[in-house]
Each structure stands twice: as C-alpha cells, then as structure tokens.
C-alpha cells in the first residue's frame, strides 16, 4: 500500500509569490491533515479535511488556504510568501473521521524555501 | 484545551543504556496518546499509541511507553538504546472523538557509540 505522497519535495521561492503543495493520502483514507514544521515553533497545525470539508483550523493568516477533492487529495496554497514560511509542510492523513482513535500517517513533507 | 509538554529538548544517552524520554500531557476527558520519530528531512514515523486497556504500551523498534493517569505522563521507554535511534521524538495527544492533534515541542535523543 502506498503511503502518503506530498510533492514537491523541495522547492524554492521569492517573497510575494505564491505556492502550491499536493498532498495524496493513503488510498481509503479521507482525512487529511497539514503541519507547518519549523526550528523555532515546532509542530504547527494548519487545518483538517474530512470529505471535502475543513473540520479544524490552526491559527494562520488567511494567506494560508486549503482544500480536498472529492479522491481525498488534498493542496493547501500559501499566497504572498513571506520569509518566515520558510518551513517543512507535512501533510499527514487518517482512515476515518469522528471517533477515530487511529494514528496519523505522515508524508516525507515539502521543503519550501523563501528567498 | 488541550497540551503536550516534553520538558526535555536533548537527551543524550550511551549506547547500550536505557533510553526515556518525557511527555506530560493535559486532555479533558480521556486522553488518545501518540509517539513519533522524525529522522532528518523526513516525515514522522509512527511508533505506538494508547487508547485504553493495558498501561504498557509496547511500539515499534522495541520502543515501549507507559501510560500514568494520575501524573498525566506518557513516558517512551528503550531498554537499551541504538545509535540509529538518535533523531527527534515528538508526545502527541488528542480528545477522545473528534479533535485534532497536539503535539509536543519535541525531544531529540543524541546516542552515542
């Protein structure tokens, strides 16, 4: 079974453009997660989305925006990048929704780097 | 609300010797308990959980940890640690239902030959 697949890996941008990260769960699983990994603040949660719908949010600006489709994919977008996203972005998925008490499976992430 | 503390940001331990690493945690009601390691540049690895039942919870590469209700702990234990353990270790909680992850600040456990 493959696991969660995030692209691209690594990626390098400039201060006011934007980004775009893919995220493909494990196949059957419709919950999809994403973390903001940094040095300084660790583990930061971005938002969840189970069926197409965002069920939590972290607490990012609105230049921080996701969404899934209806096979579970999920890409989350960060608009007029500023030095500090520069960051690890860690998507992670999960079976099912409310009531799950199952472990979150995690992708390699997508380095992004802003110049 | 709910949080995650891993009271130690380094742990350094000899090859062979045992390995702990703390977590702490504060949940209303009962509490779903996660540990994960993170090797450099990569994801993060499950390595075991607790939901319910038995206290001791044994995981992956001989890890096990120990569930404490009343000092709302979640220790991970290695009875003798590797060098290829040395990496980031990240405490996670989460409410009982519906709720998202909380994790830790993280632990990075530095073996030594």
């Known amino acids: 079974k493959a696991g969660v697949t995030q692209t691209p890996r690594y990626l390098i941008k400039t201060r006011g453009q934007q980004v775009t990260l893919s995220c493909s769960p494990i196949?059957?699983?419709?919950?999809v997660s994403w973390y903001q990994q940094t040095p300084g603040q660790g583990l930061q949660f971005l938002f969840e989305?189970?069926?197409?719908?965002?069920?939590n949010k972290g607490n990012f600006p609105g230049r921080f925006s996701g969404r899934q489709f209806s096979n579970s994919r999920s890409e989350m977008n960060v608009s007029t990048l500023e030095l500090g996203d520069s960051a690890l972005y860690l998507c992670?998925?999960?079976?099912?929704?409310?009531?799950?008490?199952?472990?979150?499976?995690f992708g390699e992430g997508s380095r992004l780097t802003v110049l | 609300a709910q949080s995650v503390a891993q009271p130690e940001d380094q742990v350094n331990v000899a090859e062979g010797n045992p390995l702990t690493v703390k977590c702490t945690y504060s949940?209303?009601?009962?509490?779903?308990l996660f540990w994960y390691v993170q090797y450099p540049n990569r994801g993060l690895q499950f390595l075991l959980k607790?939901?319910?039942?038995?206290?001791l919870v044994k995981g992956s590469y001989g890890f096990e940890a120990e569930f404490n209700k009343s000092q709302t702990s979640f220790h991970l234990k290695k009875p003798s640690a590797l060098v290829s353990d040395s990496a980031l270790y990240f405490c996670?909680?989460?409410?009982?239902?519906?709720?998202?992850?909380?994790f830790g600040a993280g632990t990075q456990v530095v073996v030594t030959p």
């Open positions: 607790y939901i319910t039942g038995d206290n």
């Open positions: 949940v209303s009601g009962n509490p779903y």
């Open positions: 992670a998925s999960s079976p099912a929704g409310g009531g799950n008490t199952g472990e979150l499976f």
């Open positions: 996670a909680v989460r409410a009982k239902g519906r709720g998202k992850f909380q």
């Open positions: 196949s059957g699983h419709r919950s």
């Open positions: 989305y189970f069926s197409e719908t965002q069920r």
